[in-house]
């Protein structure tokens, strides 16, 4: 008999013990209305987005102020507004592309010469930092399917007249490191300052 309550009393605690655990998973989900929170979007989840997203289509208004660098390669002008080191060991570089031609702009050797990244079609992902200092190029961070944490230009390029948002993201140089040489394509080098973020 003794056995009896003894399997019957482990059995209840078992089953308080599912119990109490499923309703902690349950009210742990929480089905809440996040309506009122606001939404955080760090510089990683356009990164993950950035083999696929597309740059935004506008017309050529760029913040002076804000302009740490300005190359221009024929008909395109591009800008660079923020480079900014992240916590994670990333910089992201980011700015405009501006087509001043007088017809569309592919930016189909942007996209590098390597075999990988010519899956990326127009994009930024030929991009490289190079710190003249400490000897190195940064090449544009991949995801594991080969596409790079940059933009992808819609349709391929820039439509004449108009400018693009871009960004490229990269693995930090040494700490001490601040000035390096950003470079796309066939355009000259851009001197920057990095910031700390």
């Known amino acids: 008999?003794?056995?009896?309550?003894?399997?019957?009393g482990r059995r209840v605690m078992a089953a308080v013990a599912i119990s109490t655990g499923l309703l902690l998973t349950v009210s742990g989900c929480g089905g809440g209305d996040d309506?009122?929170?606001?939404k955080a979007v760090s510089s990683s989840s356009q990164s993950d987005k950035g083999g696929g997203d597309g740059a935004k289509q506008s017309s050529p208004t760029a913040n002076e102020n804000q302009v740490l660098a300005e190359v221009k390669g024929g008909?395109?002008?591009?800008?660079?507004?923020?480079?900014?080191?992240?916590?994670?060991?990333?910089?992201t570089v980011s700015g405009t592309v501006t087509n001043n031609g007088g017809q569309f702009w592919?930016?189909?050797?942007?996209?590098?010469?390597?075999?990988?990244?010519?899956?990326?079609?127009a994009s930024m992902a030929g991009a490289a930092l190079t710190d003249s200092k400490g000897k190195k190029k940064y090449l544009v961070l991949r995801d594991t399917q080969g596409r790079c944490l940059c933009t992808k230009f819609d349709g391929g390029g820039v439509e004449a007249g108009q400018s693009a948002d871009w960004f490229a993201q990269f693995p930090a140089p040494p700490s001490g490191t601040s000035a390096v040489d950003f470079q796309v394509g066939s355009m000259p080098p851009a001197s920057i300052e990095i910031s700390e973020g």
């Open 1 to 8: 008999m003794d056995l009896r309550h003894t399997m019957k």
């Open 35 to 38: 309506a009122d929170k606001p």
């Open 75 to 91: 008909d395109v002008t591009l800008t660079i507004t923020s480079a900014v080191r992240d916590q994670g060991g990333f910089v």
């Open 106 to 121: 592919v930016a189909a050797n942007w996209r590098g010469d390597e075999r990988e990244l010519s899956r990326n079609g």
